[in-house]
């Protein structure tokens, strides 16, 4: 994660993988997995903001360059649960982090990871110029002595 704001400072958390998910007619499903190079021929739904933070987002915009599809088929909304209602009503396949697509896992839709190069940091971002309050210092250290659930990784 990186800021244009020059008082923030990210400590990396944990590396996320990314998944496409698709419903089992579409152009990509091939039996219980997703064929990624074919995921340019339909519309690919993701997350993130942007009119607010560009940087949000970057992580699938970087697959999606990978394939041969342009911006105008692609669909920004900004929560995960909007992702998998518009795959679910055949709109088109959805890229989501591991974490989301775990929670809202559905038997009726395939799910497959993205390559090893197309996943992203997720950080805790503070203010370099205060003092963190004893409870931010609590939820810091809770949070970096947390056990990593299945499938995410330390960062390096």
Same mark, same amino acid.
């Given at each position: 994660?990186?800021?244009?704001?020059?008082?923030? @400072?990210?400590?990396?958390?944990?590396?996320?993988?990314?998944?496409?998910?698709?419903?089992?007619?579409?152009?990509?499903?091939? %039996?219980?997995?997703?064929?990624?190079?074919?995921?340019?021929?339909?519309?690919?739904?993701?997350?993130?903001?942007?009119?607010?933070?560009?940087?949000? %987002?970057?992580?699938?915009?970087?697959?999606?360059? /990978?394939?041969?599809?342009?911006?105008?088929?692609?669909?920004? @909304?900004?929560?995960?649960?909007? @992702?998998?209602?518009? @795959?679910?009503?055949?709109? %088109?396949?959805?890229?989501?982090?591991?974490?989301?697509?775990?929670?809202?896992?559905?038997?009726?839709?395939?799910?497959?990871?993205?390559?090893?190069?197309?996943?992203?940091?997720? %950080?805790?971002?503070?203010?370099? /110029?205060?003092?963190?309050?004893?409870?931010?210092?609590?939820?810091?250290?809770?949070?970096? /002595?947390?056990?990593?659930?299945?499938?995410?990784?330390?960062?390096?």
């Amino acid at each position: 994660p990186t800021t244009a704001r020059s008082n923030l @400072v990210c400590e990396p958390l944990y590396v996320e993988p990314l998944i496409a998910v698709a419903r089992r007619d579409h152009p990509a499903a091939t %039996g219980h997995a997703l064929d990624l190079e074919r995921l340019g021929e339909a519309v690919i739904i993701t997350t993130g903001e942007p009119t607010y933070e560009q940087s949000i %987002g970057t992580e699938y915009r970087h697959f999606i360059a /990978s394939l041969s599809t342009t911006a105008a088929r692609t669909l920004v @909304v900004s929560q995960p649960t909007t @992702v998998i209602a518009l @795959v679910r009503e055949g709109l %088109g396949a959805g890229l989501l982090p591991l974490l989301a697509a775990r929670m809202l896992h559905s038997d009726d839709l395939i799910y497959t990871t993205l390559p090893a190069e197309y996943r992203r940091t997720v %950080g805790l971002f503070t203010n370099a /110029s205060r003092h963190p309050s004893r409870a931010a210092q609590v939820v810091r250290s809770e949070l970096f /002595s947390a056990q990593l659930a299945e499938g995410l990784v330390a960062p390096t």
